[in-house]
């Protein structure tokens, strides 16, 4: 059971959603209080089971026909362990929640409940907000923007910030582009298992050109950030390198996708260590 959640939890991807919180909150205070340590476990354990533990729940039937499933890109919960992993999913989080909730001015409350809610309307039924093509990308994006927007809340930063808010959209474009180009792969395997997505409504090709776009559009949002070193924009070039390549991918071949893939895995790494040295 332990080594079930372990895998669903998406381990490699921990970072993704702690980081930006921790760097961005010691950044803006210079400290390292009770809330910043509480919030950056929250982030990088309990957040990320609660995100892909029910996602790996709810996503079985497509799981079954989707070979990328049952690594680290994802894993294949046992239908036996469904029950557990959706009862420690949600209480795992709940002290770090509850104790977020007590802290921090009111605007940091509603955009942690925000944050949170999307993790979950994402996966559960009814929302499902994972098949609603465009607004899954959004959400997606948000799992992530949402960690880096409630450090700032957290530490007293208005979002409309002159730096903060060309920060949050180049962040959000960042994340709709990778969510879809990550979708793409999962065309087919969606479309049997009876999933929408962005990638199954407007098919693997356009889906492709549509994460490139997004791409673009934050590189030139870049250099609307008040003193930002025009540098990070090279963050992002090797990720137009690994998608450009697919631009005329079709849907029946969408499985070549995932060579491009597994290497933003540890691009993100890349352009996290960049944009950090670059900052600092």
């Known amino acids: 059971m332990i080594s079930q959640l372990f895998w669903a939890s998406r381990p490699i991807s921990w970072i993704n959603t702690a980081y930006p919180f921790a760097f961005t909150y010691w950044l803006i205070t210079q400290s390292i209080s009770i809330e910043m340590v509480l919030g950056t476990f929250f982030f990088l354990i309990p957040y990320n089971l609660l995100m892909y533990g029910i996602n790996d729940v709810f996503d079985y039937e497509s799981d079954l026909r989707n070979p990328r499933k049952g690594s680290i890109e994802g894993a294949l919960l046992a239908p036996k362990f469904h ?104 065309v087919m395997a969606d479309r049997m298992g009876g999933v929408a997505s962005i990638a199954t409504q407007i098919g693997a090709k356009n889906t492709v050109r549509f994460a490139l776009v997004c791409y673009l559009i934050a590189i030139a949002m870049i250099f609307t950030i008040p003193n930002a070193n025009t540098l990070m924009a090279l963050a992002f070039v090797p990720y137009l390198i690994v998608v450009a390549p697919f631009l005329n991918i079709s849907d029946e071949g969408c499985a070549d996708a995932n060579r491009g893939w597994r290497k933003f895995i540890w691009l993100n790494y890349f352009a996290g260590a960049m944009i950090t040295l670059l900052v600092l």
């Open 83 to 186: 029950r557990a992993t959706l009862l420690i999913s949600f209480l795992t989080p709940l002290p770090f929640f509850i104790y977020l909730l007590t802290v921090g001015p009111w605007s940091a409350k509603v955009i942690l409940v925000l944050t949170v809610f999307a993790v979950v309307a994402y996966s559960v039924p009814k929302l499902r907000f994972k098949e609603r093509p465009f607004l899954d990308s959004f959400t997606s994006a948000l799992h992530f923007v949402g960690p880096l927007a409630y450090a700032l809340a957290l530490a007293n930063v208005s979002l409309l910030d002159g730096i903060a808010l060309p920060v949050l959209i180049t962040f959000m474009l960042w994340g709709m582009a990778s969510h879809a180009f990550g979708a793409v792969q999962d």
